[in-house]
């Protein structure tokens, strides 16, 4: 079963609340899932997601989990790091890019990621959402020859999330 951030367990064990960042999301089976509350200057790491089991090294419990980001990507992997930003006006539109919807919120997606370089991988991509009119949450994507199934995978768990913020 996986632990929701926010301090309450999931009934299901493919539904992972991440309840500090405002969302639920039905995570596919043999992916694994670690809320995480990173906050680094104006950005607050959310999530860890991936196609393979997650190995990281984590304290705390509830919105006070912290958890490092991997330091390696294996070959087939595919790594989601979810950030979360506030901000205001104009800075809250997603960048000029494939215009598509995630969870039902305007969004785009833009080749490339500068995350993703520690972990050298063969693909990245950023899919930029406006939660609301003072949040806009990065969904960082980094590959290593990762199968086309998780990414037909990832765009499904995409279009399904349940956000928790008006």
């Known amino acids: 079963m996986l632990a929701a951030c926010g ?20 995570v596919p089976e043999g992916w694994s899932a670690e809320p995480t509350n990173n906050i680094e200057g104006q950005l607050q790491v959310v999530a860890f997601l991936s196609n393979l089991p997650l190995n990281l090294r984590c304290s705390g419990s509830g919105a ?11 070959e087939g992997s595919m790594l989601v790091t979810w950030l979360a930003a506030l901000c205001a006006g104009s800075s809250c ?7 598509l919807l ?16 520690p972990l050298e991988p063969t693909e ?16 960082v994507v980094c590959k290593r020859d990762a199968p086309d199934s998780a990414e037909g995978a990832l765009r499904d768990m995409l279009e399904h999330i349940d956000w928790r913020t008006p």
């Open 7 to 26: 301090g309450s367990a999931a009934a299901d064990p493919a539904i992972v609340s991440i309840d500090h960042a405002g969302f639920r999301l039905t």
């Open 124 to 139: 990245d991509e950023t899919y930029f959402v406006a939660v609301t009119p003072q949040r806009l949450d990065a969904i």
């Open 102 to 117: 995630v969870g039902g919120r305007e969004a785009s997606l833009v080749s490339g990621s500068t995350v993703c370089a």
């Open 64 to 74: 006070e989990r912290h958890c490092r980001e991997p330091n390696t990507l294996a």
């Open 93 to 99: 539109t997603p960048p000029v890019g494939q215009p």
